[in-house]
């Protein structure tokens, strides 16, 4: 992933802080209790990001500014400059259409203002599909991007029948984990880590404030020229077989994330790797088939099997674009069926966790959920990502899991998230029946996260952790 594209691609935002001085400086100074700080980013919701190409269906925009950790600014009235590509158009809740004006650089854009800290548009989608990018800024902060993919107007909808929403009866653990992919590279640069000023090994450190679980992803060739790793392989099978080692000896378990891709994959890009570019499709399924069983299989051979595998990494546009996009849901239900058959090819005991980056947006949940089980997509956990920037409240939040545990009654995590710690965690257990379980928090080793400092010492905000455990895990399962 290119840098600057993280503004719109959630889980690459916190290397990008780590990185960029300017910004590591604003965010290392946390508000006190009851306090906000000042305002470091445009918060832009959008409820459903995959609309029909009829002319007619719409969507709703929520903006709002937030601090550097999450937090909304109440009463905020700044001026909002709403800057769109793509066949469609932006107007008012009211369904008013919005000032035209041009800025400086001879670009149009569409004012609007916040009314006491937020502001509520509509999007309808135009008649030809395809993306739309939709842009909201506020003076120098930080902006809110998002993508909208339209797909035809011919959609066939589908919804499953009671038959197919079959309880999980795998045995899936409670879960507080942590994405820590990048410790490799990390420790290549010489980065150590302390804790109350004794130097540890990263995964222990976690381990003994809590963590039971570290989520690892992987690409297909992530060597290659235009790969997530040029030449080094990071997160390729060698890497990710040692970090598996690792994990075992640390009385940990691993939850896989299957990538598909030599580089990232997520909402906005499900790119082929470049050996199965030129596939056929019959091809291409057998290729994610086989390739998700060779790497199960060698974590197994070496003693250190994944306890959860993810078929795809945000993936309610698709995976294996363009002949996965949701735009071709048959396609796209296939594919997942080919790397859920891998999964089970190796171990069917494995359960297999579909990950959609839809922590607030129900809508677009429920839509995309429905067309893939009622096309005979059958797996064990719903994962979904949750940054507060791009997918809502915690009152959306709460919303959306109460929904998807009564409509589709199987367990949810929320599989990847930065902001807002404890309320992530007192939500996703608090589903009924035992549904939530659990949540892992992406790259908490970064300075970013506020539990390391920039030195790599634990901060204060680690022992949150240790009470989550005792809260959540301690002597359940």
């Known amino acids: 992933m290119k840098l600057f594209k993280c503004i719109a691609i959630p889980c690459f935002t916190a290397l990008l802080l780590c990185h960029v001085p300017g910004l590591r400086a604003s965010i290392s100074c946390t508000p006190g209790p009851g306090e906000t700080g000042k305002p470091f980013s445009v918060m832009l919701t959008i409820y459903n990001t995959t609309l029909l190409a009829n002319g007619r269906e719409q969507t709703r925009l929520r903006i709002a500014l937030i601090d550097s950790i999450a937090r909304e600014i109440p009463g905020a009235n700044d001026s909002i ?63 809110g991007l998002q993508e909208i993919h339209t797909v035809p107007a011919d959609f066939v909808m589908m919804k499953p029948k009671p038959m197919q929403l079959t309880a999980t009866t795998k045995n899936i653990d409670r879960m507080i984990g942590a994405d820590i992919s990048f410790l490799p590279q990390v420790e290549t640069r010489g ?36 790969g997530y790793a040029p030449g080094e392989g990071y997160c390729g099978l ?6 598996a080692r690792r994990i075992r000896e640390a009385g940990m378990k691993l939850l896989l ?4 891709s030599d580089y990232w994959a997520d909402p906005q890009q499900q790119n082929k790797p470049k050996a199965w570019a030129d596939l056929s499709f019959n091809a291409l399924t057998d290729s994610i088939k086989s390739y998700t069983t060779r790497v199960i299989r060698a974590l197994k051979m070496q003693g250190t099997p994944p306890a959860i595998v993810q078929v795809g990494n945000e993936i309610n546009h698709g995976i294996l ?23 089970e090819a190796a171990d069917p005991s494995i359960p297999v966790m579909l990950h959609i980056a839809l922590g607030g947006q129900n809508d677009e949940a429920v839509f995309w959920l429905d067309n893939m089980i009622a096309r005979g997509v059958t797996f064990d956990i719903i994962g979904l990502s949750y940054y507060p920037r791009w997918h809502g409240t915690l009152e959306d939040l709460k919303y959306n899991l109460s929904d998807l545990c009564k409509r589709y009654n199987k367990p949810l995590d929320i599989v990847e998230y930065g902001d807002f710690k ?29 539990l390391f ?25």
């Open 81 to 143: 400059r709403i800057y769109m590509t793509g066949d469609g158009k932006v107007m008012g809740f009211d369904r008013k259409t919005l000032v035209t004006r041009i800025d400086t650089a001879g670009k149009t854009y569409l004012a609007t203002r916040l009314l006491n800290g937020t502001c509520q548009l509509l999007f309808v989608a135009g008649s030809t599909p395809g993306k739309v990018k939709v842009e909201a800024r506020s003076g120098k902060l930080w902006p």
């Open 191 to 226: 980065n150590k880590f302390f804790d109350q000023g004794i130097q540890k090994d990263a995964i222990t450190l976690l381990r003994d404030h809590g963590f039971n679980y570290i989520r690892l992803r992987i690409f297909v060739n992530p060597e290659n020229k235009d």
């Open 238 to 243: 060698p890497y990710t077989l040692e970090m």
């Open 257 to 260: 994330d299957f990538h598909y």
């Open 321 to 343: 674009w363009p002949d996965g996009h949701i735009s071709n849901p048959d396609q796209l239900a296939s594919l997942l069926k080919a790397g859920i058959a891998g999964v």
């Open 422 to 450: 404890k309320e992530v965690h007192d939500i996703i257990f608090s589903l009924p029946d035992d549904k939530g379980k659990g949540a892992c928090i992406w790259e908490p080793l970064s300075p970013w996260s506020g």
């Open 453 to 477: 400092d920039r030195k790599g010492a634990t901060t204060v905000l680690i022992s949150d952790y240790d009470l989550l455990n005792l809260k959540y895990l301690a002597g359940k399962k």
